[in-house]
């Protein structure tokens, strides 16, 4: 499967912003989707989870409560929403996907995306 993000941009601390990942292949509706980020000298990190048929999420906790994951099966695209946005949840954003199960590791996922710049002004 190949997965495409988008949404990222420039947005002032307390804003929202929506990202979106496409996903081609018949297979999408099977797969676990994560969201990671990573910031410039960090280590990847995890963001969010939602499980193949979108019934469970797995939030960090550094945002929970502020973003929210969602899927739609019959668009091959995961979503995830960010409201409440913090300067220090500036960085590159990437969608994940896993054949065998929700994870909250990045080496659990086989599939990912190229990323998408998210900055958060203060």
């Known amino acids: 499967v190949q997965l495409q993000a988008s949404g990222g941009g420039l947005v002032q601390a307390g804003g929202s912003l929506r990202l979106s990942c496409a996903a081609s292949?018949?297979?999408?509706?099977?797969?676990?989707m994560g969201w990671f980020r990573q910031a410039p000298g960090k280590e990847r990190e995890f963001v969010g989870a939602?499980?193949?048929?979108?019934?469970?999420?797995y939030y960090a906790d550094s945002v929970k409560g502020r973003f929210a994951i969602s899927r739609d099966n019959a668009k091959n695209t995961v979503y995830l929403q960010m409201n409440s946005l913090k300067p220090e949840d500036t960085a590159v954003y990437y969608c994940a996907g896993s054949p065998s199960g929700i994870g909250t590791m990045a080496h659990e996922y086989a599939y990912w995306g190229q990323g998408t710049q998210v900055t958060v002004s203060s």
């Open positions: 939602i499980s193949p048929t979108g019934i469970n999420t």
């Open positions: 292949g018949r297979t999408f509706r099977g797969y676990a």
